[in-house]
């Protein structure tokens, strides 16, 4: 069984056109036949609702809340933004923070405005004792600081790091996660930094509804999907992909305190 670490189940293509089944049907069936949790990542305050009735409704979906740096220019203030977010933590479903960090990709805020709600994003990560989902879009370099002063746990998601970032962060204890960008034709690299990440800091996502491994790519992704990246990480890493579900379910479960 396999324990998505990065989803999105509230995301609008869920109800759209793409699917055949509701997007409830598809989570039973993923539960029955191959999935054993799934973190479920809210982007904003606005979502945060239908992240946690998810958690609520079912018992192996998990909650990360948090303010994606591709939103935090929507809130007015600031210190209001993160009194919302510091209110909905304060729930049993809640396992980590997230997802948070830095998107100099499309750049939808400002920079310094991602900056600062990074940094406090993270500081309230450490006060709660949960780990920090980390979004990094072409912006290796901040947020390897950031995490450099960063007292809890990371968990890089979608891993675009370099193996040598890799190693760094693992030595500090930090996870890294890999979605279907490691299937991707060109992603040498990815699969290089998939290679370095000891077996008790690797996890597996799919960042549904994007991010499809091939032979979807480009397609709705989800949870069932997840199999082709643990076949690729097992190849990259000369292990069976039983080992790689069975040790990154373990860590997950490790992580956000399950079972
Ligand atoms: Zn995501």
């Known amino acids: 069984m396999i324990f998505d670490t990065h989803a999105h189940y509230d995301d609008k293509r869920f109800f759209g056109e793409e ?22 990542c809210a982007t904003c ?7 946690l009735d998810l958690s609520h409704r ?33 729930n049993n479903d809640v396992r980590a923070l997230g997802e948070i960090g ?15 709600y990074f940094d406090a994003q993270l500081r ?20 390897f600081e ?3 002063n960063f007292k809890g746990t990371a968990i890089i998601h979608s891993c675009s790091e370099s193996a040598e970032t890799v190693r760094q962060l693992c030595k500090k204890g930090h996870y890294v996660s890999f979605s279907g960008s490691v299937t ?36 709705l992704n989800h949870s069932g999907y997840i199999k082709y990246i643990v076949d690729c990480l097992a190849e990259v890493r000369g292990a069976t992909p039983e080992h790689i579900e069975r040790i990154t379910e373990q860590n997950a479960k490790r992580l956000f305190k399950v079972g």
Not at 19 to 39: H, Q, Y
Not at 102 to 116: G, T, V
Not at 195 to 208: G, S
């Open 184 to 219: 991707f034709k060109n992603a040498h690299s990815v699969r290089e930094a998939a290679a370095a990440v000891p077996d008790e800091l690797l996890l597996v996502e799919t960042d549904c509804p994007y991010m499809a491994p091939v032979p979807f790519r480009g397609k």
């Open 102 to 116: 830095l998107d100099y990709h499309y750049d939808f805020s400002p920079r310094d405005k991602q900056r600062e």
């Open 19 to 40: 699917m055949n089944v509701t997007r409830d049907e598809l989570l039973v069936l993923l539960f029955e036949t191959s999935v054993c949790g799934i973190l479920n």
């Open 58 to 90: 079912y018992a192996n979906v998990y909650a990360a809340l948090g303010i994606h740096p591709s939103d935090c220019y929507r809130y007015e203030s600031m210190p209001d933004a993160l009194a919302a977010l510091e209110n909905a933590l304060d």
């Open 146 to 148: 950031f995490i450099r």
């Open 45 to 51: 305050i606005e979502n945060f609702e239908q992240t």
């Open 124 to 143: 309230i990560a450490e006060k709660a004792g949960i780990p920090a989902v980390i979004h990094d879009r072409d912006a290796h370099g901040d947020v």
